[in-house]
């Protein structure tokens, strides 16, 4: 095998475990929200999550930034008020 058949089969295992992953965590009946961050850890483009989840990357663009300023705005205010 070449490198370039390395990097393609490689790629496909990677897909493969991450579906299952998807599949064996029960994260399929979760929101989009869940799911794309789940692959998103797992090193997934966007382009490829996309794929797997059945949407769109710029939908998991957006609801991974709507999520992660929900995080900054919940850790901001847990902050301030410590600080009292």
Same mark, same amino acid.
């Given at each position: 095998m070449?490198n370039?058949d390395d990097q393609?089969?490689l790629a496909?295992?990677g897909r493969a475990?991450?579906?299952?992953c998807?599949?064996?965590?029960d $994260?399929? +009946?979760?929101?989009?929200a869940?799911?794309?961050s789940? @692959?998103?850890?797992l090193?997934?483009?966007? &382009?490829?999550?996309?794929l $797997?989840? +059945?949407?769109?990357e710029?939908?998991?663009t957006?609801? @991974?930034s709507?999520?992660?300023r929900k995080a &900054?705005e919940?850790?901001?205010?847990k +902050? ?5």
């Amino acid at each position: 095998m070449d490198n370039q058949d390395d990097q393609y089969w490689l790629a496909v295992c990677g897909r493969a475990l991450a579906f299952l992953c998807l599949t064996q965590g029960d $994260l399929r +009946g979760q929101g989009i929200a869940q799911q794309a961050s789940l @692959l998103d850890i797992l090193g997934l483009s966007r &382009k490829d999550a996309a794929l $797997l989840i +059945g949407t769109t990357e710029k939908t998991i663009t957006e609801v @991974l930034s709507r999520e992660r300023r929900k995080a &900054k705005e919940n850790n901001d205010g847990k +902050g301030k008020a410590g600080k009292k």
